[in-house]
C-alpha cells in the first residue's frame, strides 16, 4: 500500500510542490517566516491590552485645593496621564492641535467656591476623537472620575445637612445601573484587533502564497509537466500542490493560537476544536479564492494585486472596528462576500461569548462552501496553465 501511495500521481506532485518549496526562500518566507514574524510584531504591539498613560493637558485657572483633589484623581487612572500644566485653554489647545496631548481639562476660576455652596460648576474637557477608540477610553475614564467626585460632594452636602452617610448615599443614588460587561470585562484592545489581525495576517499570506505558488507554473511555462505528474488531472495537481501550505499554514495557526491564549490573555470559552475546524477551513477557502481570481484574470500580477485588495477589505467589512448590524445594506451584503467575516463568527463566538456550538454550523458551512466555490475554476485553470499565451501575463 505504502509502494502503491509512493507511486501515484498525488504523492509524485506533493513531492515536487516539496522540493519547490524548500529550494526557494520565497516560498519559505510567505509560509512559515513571514507570518511568524508578523505575529510577533502584532504581539509586542498589543501586549499591553489596554492604552495607558494617554497624555493629558491641564488648565487650572481656580488653584483650589478642590480643584488640585480632582485633578489628582484624574491622574491616577489608568488611562489618564497629566503630563502638561498649561497657562491657558489656547495654549492647551495648541499642544492637542500638535500631538503632544490627547485631552485637555481645564478647571474654571471659582470652581472651590460654586463646588462649596452647591452651586453648579462645570468642567472643560476636550477630546482627541481621531482615534475613535483611544478618544472613547479616554472620555469614559475622565466621565468617570469626575461623576465620582462629583457623587463625593453630594454625599457630604447632605450629610452636612442632617443625613447620615447611609441616608446621603441612598439620596445620591436614587437610580443604580447594574452594569455587567459579559464579553470583555477589562475593554482589552487586543481581545478584538489583535484577534483579528494574527487570523488575518494567515488569511494574506495564504492568499498570495497560492497566488505565486500557482502563478510560477504559468510564468516559468511547467504548467504541462505539473499536470503531466498528476496524470492530467488539475484536481490531483491542484491537491498535491497545495497540502504543504496547509501543514504550514496550520503550524502558524498553531502559533497563534499560543500567542493569543497564552501571551495576550485572549479568553477560550467556548469549543477549541470548532475553532481549529474553522481554521483550517478558512485556509482552504481562500486557497480556492487564489483559484478563482487565477482562473478570471489569467494573470499573475493582476491576481496578486485583486489578492491584497480583497484580503485588506475584509477586515473592514468583518464588524469589528464598526459593527455590521450598523452598515447600510448593501455594505451588509457585500460583508459575506469574504470567509473571513464567517470565521470571525466562529473565532469570536467560541472564543469570547462562549456560543453553544449550534452557532458554528452556518458560518462553517460558509466556509465549506467557499472551498468547494474554486473547484468550478478548476477547468478554466487548467486552460491557462498549458496555454502558452498566459506567459506574457506575469
Known sequence: MIHQLKNSSFFKVLVREVNRMTSNKIYLFVTLVGPLLSFILVMNIFIAGVPSSLPVAVVDD???????????MIDATRIADISVNASSLDEARNLMMRGKCDAVVSIPNGFEADVLR????????????????KGGLLQSGIYKVVSTFSTGVKVQT??????VQSQATEQVY???IDSRPLFNPFTNYSYFIASALMPLLIVVFTLLGSIYTIGMEIRKGTGNDWLKLA??????ALAGKLLPYIFLMLVNAAVMNFILVHHLGFPLKGYWGAIMLGQLLLIIAYQMVAVILL??????RLSLSLA?????????????TFPLMGMPMLAKI???LFPFTYWMDVFIGQGLRSEPLVQTVIPLSALVFFSLLGWFMTARLKQIVTNKLYRRKI
Open 62 to 72: 481656580d488653584q483650589s485645593a478642590t480643584s488640585r483633589q480632582l485633578l489628582r
Open 118 to 133: 452647591g452651586a453648579n460648576s462645570q468642567v472643560l474637557l476636550l477630546i482627541n476623537n481621531t482615534n475613535v477608540v
Open 158 to 163: 447632605a450629610m452636612k445637612s442632617g443625613a
Open 174 to 176: 436614587a437610580v443604580r
Open 231 to 236: 496524470g492530467n488531472s488539475i484536481t490531483t
Open 295 to 300: 482562473g478570471l484574470t489569467g494573470n499573475t
Open 308 to 320: 491584497s485588495a480583497y484580503s485588506m477589505m475584509a477586515f473592514t467589512f468583518s464588524g469589528l
Open 334 to 336: 457585500f460583508a459575506h
